[in-house]
């Protein structure tokens, strides 16, 4: 069962949404006006439809923050005409669908239960282990980066851009990649939306983990993930369950020989026997 708030102030639009939820037995709340973050992660909510309208001037802010509080949350954009500007913004921000009204439930429906569906193919198994880095400790079952105790307090786009970079350490990804990959579709010419994430990305790492750099320009190309120390010494990355090699036992002295009765005492004997039986023939 999908767990829905539809925060949206269209009464009509929201008695038809509510009537084919209640029908299809989903635990869905209304909300006329923006609730408090904590309220929402309280619900675990595994979608939101939301009207931007309703959340007012401050409307992206609050679903950034929204998405760092639920990164696992997929969220549906609900809501009159608007521009291709406001749409391709708002999907870059974090909006995972975009539905222009007017527009049938059910079609509302299927849009919110394919993001569901992505969000779960996507959620990593809570038991990986962090992937280390330097100071960095980037864990994808909280979706977030942290130094010591502190979180880094990534977005969720932001989040999964350090996630692809990091996995693919010392490769170079280019932009357009990473944008296919992060963003979901292919880079429009001239974009430069890769370019100014990775620049928050490494503004709230470098707050953190002042010493390190950990995401490396290749101009005209792209990005490549790999620590350094500010004198440029190279860390070791460890990726998640990835087995600590243990210490390597001293080997046996030259002049050492297993005692009568171990295994290599018997190997060693059959050896002589066999050397005695060839030259004896020769």
Known sequence: MIRLAIVD??????RVLCKRLEAMSWDHRVLAAPPPVEELVAIRL???VVD????GPHAWEFLERVGAALPAMGLVVCTGRSTVAQRVRGLRLGADDWITKPCH???VVARVEAVVRRRRRASTPADVGPL??????IRADQFQAFVGSQSAELTRREFELLHLLAEGRGQVLQR???YQRVW???MARGDRSVDVFVRKVRSKLKALSPEWNYIHTHFGIGYRFQPETSDGEPADVTAPGADVPGPVPDAAPADSRPADGEPGAVYEGAVHELGARLASSA
Request: aromatic fraction near 8%; charged fraction near 25%.
């Open 9 to 14: 102030s269209d009464s009509g639009f929201v």
């Open 105 to 107: 439930p059910e079609e």
């Open 46 to 48: 595994n979608a939101m």
């Open 184 to 186: 979901g579709y292919q």
């Open 176 to 178: 357009e990649e990473v």
């Open 132 to 137: 280390v880095a330097g100071e960095l400790e």
């Open 52 to 55: 931007p309208a309703v959340l």
